[in-house]
């Protein structure tokens, strides 16, 4: 079916047809891993900001008090080369560098933002939700999609492809000792 057809149906409430197997298949292919794919952003985000909360936390104690086991381990984490005769600045550079996971969660946050209303069940899909994941798909692909004329499957089959791609991507990253 026609991308545009399928989204006039779910945001128009216009049904046709064998239209409630064709949205039980949309929701089985995207829905259901869309579902999946918040959750696992959900814990992302609460794992970044957990160890955005523990890294100001050990720099405050550490501003008063030192550790050079706590100090050498924060640099390792935080991945900077860490010098006792630097101590006053190396701390700086931490917190400083901490910042960036404030970026990673408001970054991954807007995500979320743009993903859970179609989620809540409370908010009916709109045309927003499809011109979101267009633009989405079109960046991952490198090339300018034309949602009309875009066939349904090939709509979740991007969406599917986007996704492998980044939970490979991160898995990679993981495996080189990069977040």
Not at 155 to 169: E, P, T
Request: aromatic share 8%; net charge positive; hydrophobic share 35%.
């Amino acid at each position: 079916m026609p991308l545009p057809d399928f989204e006039a149906a779910v945001c128009d409430n216009k049904p046709f047809g064998n239209w409630e197997n064709l949205y039980q298949q949309y929701c089985d292919r995207v829905r259901d891993k869309q579902q999946e794919y918040v959750q696992k952003l959900a814990k992302e985000i609460n794992l970044l900001e957990a160890q955005y909360n523990l890294v100001q936390l050990i720099v405050k104690r550490l501003e008063t008090e030192f550790s050079q086991q706590v100090f050498s381990m924060l640099g390792r984490i935080m991945m900077v080369k860490v010098s006792v005769k630097t101590y006053t600045r190396d701390l700086q550079i931490i917190a400083s560098k901490s910042k960036k996971l404030l970026f990673n969660i408001e970054k991954k946050r807007k995500e979320l933002q743009d993903l859970t209303p179609a989620e809540s069940g409370d908010e009916p899909i709109t045309r927003k939700y499809f011109t979101a994941w267009i633009i989405q798909l079109s960046k991952h692909t490198g090339v300018q999609l034309n949602r009309h004329t875009m066939m349904t499957g090939e709509f979740c089959d991007y969406i599917c492809d986007l996704r492998d791609a980044v939970d490979n991507a991160k898995i990679k990253a993981a495996k080189n000792g990069r977040k």
